[in-house]
T-cell receptor, first 114, second 115 residues
């Protein structure tokens, strides 16, 4: 069964605005990660949040995790044209499962217009 | 540190041919993963290998697909008798450990087109 499911599927904003992407998942997790993929390239790890954490920051990125709702959000503040990419959440299998196997959603395509 | 290196970056095959995709993990990483990405889709887990061992191949089709990570040399994902449905981007990733907070370092991918 599919774990991470991002929404919106696509988001278009102006440079300087904030971008918020959401991810929902179905089963328990140990960790949730966000990755970024530029067109035609591999994925780059952005941030990992553990199941016992509620919020985490890294530069212009802010991630929240609500395990009761099985959801996470990624906020990019003061966006730049270079932030244009697809963003994926990835979850592991949680307690009793294989935490090396990440399940990815379909991603949110973010376009930041100059 | 060259990161995860994959080759070829693009591969075109006709139906029935074989495709071989290679992956050299990041220096110091002994855990290798292969994922497949179809257009407009997220990545789907295929197989997890350590040196000379297949740990989990539950995401890999039982027929025509095989993977190895020999003691020396890169990891190889092999697809025999390719069909059009095999057209996809195949990503290799590596990690320092296979447990705990498993952050993956991805290669740039190999894009297979089956004519």
């Amino acid at each position: 069964s599919q774990q991470g499911e991002e929404d919106p599927q696509a988001l278009s904003i102006q440079e300087g605005e904030n971008a918020t992407m959401n991810c929902s998942y179905k089963t328990s997790i140990n960790n949730l990660q966000w990755y970024r993929q530029n067109s035609g390239r591999g994925l780059v790890h952005l941030i990992l949040i553990r199941s016992n954490e509620r919020e985490k920051h890294s530069g212009r990125l802010r991630v929240t995790l609500d395990t009761s709702k099985k959801s996470s959000s990624l906020l990019i503040t003061a966006s730049r044209a270079a932030d244009t990419a697809s963003y994926f959440c990835a979850t592991d299998a949680g307690s009793g499962g294989s935490n090396y196997k990440l399940t990815f959603g379909k991603g949110t395509l973010l376009t930041v217009n100059p | 540190n060259a990161g995860v290196m994959q080759n070829p970056r693009h591969l075109v095959r006709r139906r029935g041919q074989e495709a071989r995709l290679r992956c050299s993990p990041m220096k110091g990483h002994s855990h290798v993963y292969w994922y497949r990405q179809l257009p407009e889709e997220g990545l789907k887990f295929m197989v997890y290998l350590q040196k000379e061992n297949i740990i989990d191949e539950s995401g890999m089709p039982k027929e025509r697909f095989s993977a190895e990570f020999p003691k020396e040399g890169p990891s190889i994902l092999r697809i025999q008798q390719v069909v059009r449905g095999d057209s996809a981007a195949y990503f290799c990733a590596s990690s320092l450990t296979g447990v705990g907070a498993n952050v993956l370092t991805f290669g740039a991918g190999s894009r297979l087109t089956v004519l």
